[in-house]
T-cell receptor, first 113, second 113 residues
């Protein structure tokens, strides 16, 4: 069974440029999460989807960040424009069932120069 | 409020046993997770505790005491590949939804030969 797939693995951009990340969750997982993780820190939730509905986006910086999950499967996270402080690893996870164990993708490491 | 504490760093010797502690303060506890994260990789699920007691899974065991707000992850017969960050995460119903995890900062474990 395929795990959570994310692309790209690495992205280097200049500040003020836009960037987008893509995530394909585990098949059948209704819940999808986007996290940001800085070095030496735990994951920080940005947004959580139940199917196609964003049910928790309280931590998403809405002035520059946006996300979508059309058709309740794949999801994209966009930053426009990127700032130096956005450099981090962006992780996507998915879960389902009563225990809701979250399974993570390999992440996208973003460097903003 | 919500708070999770775990040691920042630990060092152990190959073949030994190490215990990584996690204390938490939540008002709506509904389960505790341990994840392993190797440098540059995504977190991977290790264990889940919702009732008091010890859950054993091969070389890894996890313990929970809900009355004390305390958990530990026990790693036996340490191997070099166990060098990683270990993340404690708590599901808190008071956070608004049972699918939201509160993450600790992680404990970086170094296993030396």
């Amino acid at each position: 069974e395929a795990g959570v797939v994310q692309s790209p693995r690495y992205k280097i951009i200049e500040k003020k440029q836009p960037v987008a990340f893509w995530c394909n969750p585990i098949s059948g997982h209704n819940t999808l999460y986007w996290y940001r993780q800085n070095l030496g820190q735990g994951p920080e939730l940005l947004i959580r989807y139940e199917n196609e509905e964003a049910v928790d986006d309280s931590q998403l910086p809405k002035d520059r960040f946006s996300a979508e999950r059309l058709k309740g499967v794949d999801s994209t996270l966009k930053i426009q424009p990127a700032e130096l402080g956005d450099s981090a690893v962006y992780l996507c996870a998915s879960s389902s069932g009563q225990l809701n164990i979250q399974y993570f993708g390999a992440g996208t490491r973003l460097s903003v120069l | 409020g919500q708070n999770i504490d775990q040691p920042t760093e630990m060092t152990a010797t190959e073949g030994a046993i190490v215990q990584i502690n996690c204390t938490y303060q939540t008002s709506g506890f509904n389960g505790l997770f341990w994840y392993q994260q190797h440098a540059g990789e995504a977190p991977t699920f290790l264990s889940y505790n919702v009732l008091d007691g010890l859950e054993e899974k091969g070389r890894f065991s996890s313990f929970l005491s809900r009355s004390k707000g305390y958990s530990y992850l026990l790693l036996k017969e340490l191997q070099m590949k166990d060098s990683a960050s270990y993340l404690c995460a708590v599901r808190d119903l008071s956070a608004g939804n049972n699918r939201k995890l509160i993450w600790g900062l992680g404990t970086s474990l170094a296993v030396n030969p």
